[in-house]
């Protein structure tokens, strides 16, 4: 007998797939003044842990050996250990993520939710430079401190799992979502998984495909999940990027990349988090003078954020 639409035998059924894509929507005129630039953005908010990272999680895990008696260890600025979290539940496999301070508290509280034992390192930055330093300098030295036998870590910024995800699932999304019609393709720079995946797969097919990347305009921001990569020592770039499928990269302050968020939301009901904004705001400077069709990634929802967009909002409704 056939199963019924839409019934799984597990929460991790529900991860997007080429089968069973996120959904795109077109960004009316009321944001996107020119109709000769179609920008669609890509909703990663519905895979079943509500972001993008939810596909590089299912692949560094299926990748990874654990042993008896190991727990996954992971620094994050709070999707991938949310991803990593749920699923690691769902197999029974102890888990603990590392974690900026400054990350939103709506995120502390879902990875709270999951029953993840968060560790707290002492320099605050969302985003610290060198790979020795915060959460992921913490997990690192977790993992030299006991000789890699208790922790084992998916390490999403150097797993060549996580380009092979966007690789397999998001860019054959895209590609079959505009029949092969995408001219552009805007996303932002963080582990860098997504813009290599993505880009590598596009350009195979349509080697015209423009690849834009999105970064902080500095390295103080308040854009979790983003990287500012401009200007950094080759050294302190994840060692998953391939440069050489970024066409343009685009620097975005903090107010524009929330005053887009807070206008997404108002003038089209989409409800996205900042790093969204963001690479929304960078598509809208291209839709002034460019055509054709452009793809731009939402990593995640408004609903982990809420918190940090309230400078923003705060004294609407007020008369």
Request: aromatic fraction near 6%; charge should be negative; charged fraction near 25%.
């Amino acid at each position: 007998m056939s199963k019924p639409d839409r019934v799984y035998e597990s929460i991790v059924d529900l991860i997007a797939s080429p089968e069973n894509p996120t959904p795109m929507v077109k960004i009316s005129g009321r944001v996107n003044a020119n109709a000769d630039l179609k920008i669609y953005l890509k909703l990663e908010r519905y895979n079943p842990f509500g972001s993008i990272k939810d596909r590089i999680a299912l692949s560094m895990l299926r990748g990874i050996e654990i042993n008896e008696g190991q727990s996954l260890a992971e620094p994050s600025s709070g999707n991938t250990g949310i991803a990593l979290a749920a699923l690691a539940n769902a197999r029974g496999i102890p888990i603990e993520i590392a974690v900026p301070q400054g990350i939103p508290e709506e995120k502390k509280t879902i990875l709270r939710l999951l029953g993840v034992r968060m560790l707290w390192e002492a320099d605050d930055s969302l985003c610290p430079l060198f790979p020795n330093e915060g959460a992921r300098g913490l997990v690192s030295a977790m993992l030299r401190s006991v000789g890699g036998e208790e922790y084992i870590s998916p390490n999403q910024y150097e797993n060549e799992l996580n380009v092979r995800a966007h690789y397999e699932t998001t860019g054959p999304e895209i590609w079959q979502q505009t029949s092969g019609q995408v001219d552009y393709f805007f996303a932002g720079f963080g582990t860098c998984g997504t813009l290599t995946g993505v880009g590598k797969y596009l350009k195979e097919k349509k080697p015209s495909v423009k690849i834009v990347a999105i970064e902080p305009a500095g390295t103080d921001h308040n854009l979790p999940g983003m990287k500012r990569i401009s200007d950094l020592r080759e050294d302190l770039v994840p060692k998953i990027l391939d440069k050489s499928v970024i066409d343009d990269i685009v620097a975005v302050a903090d107010d524009d990349a929330y005053e887009t968020g807070v206008r997404l939301a108002r003038e089209e009901g989409i409800l996205v988090g900042p790093t969204t904004g963001a690479i929304m705001h960078a598509a809208l400077g291209y839709a002034k003078e460019c055509k054709g069709v452009a793809v731009a990634i939402s990593p995640d929802d408004a609903f982990k954020y809420m918190s940090f967009y309230e400078p923003y909002v705060k004294d609407q409704g007020k008369p």
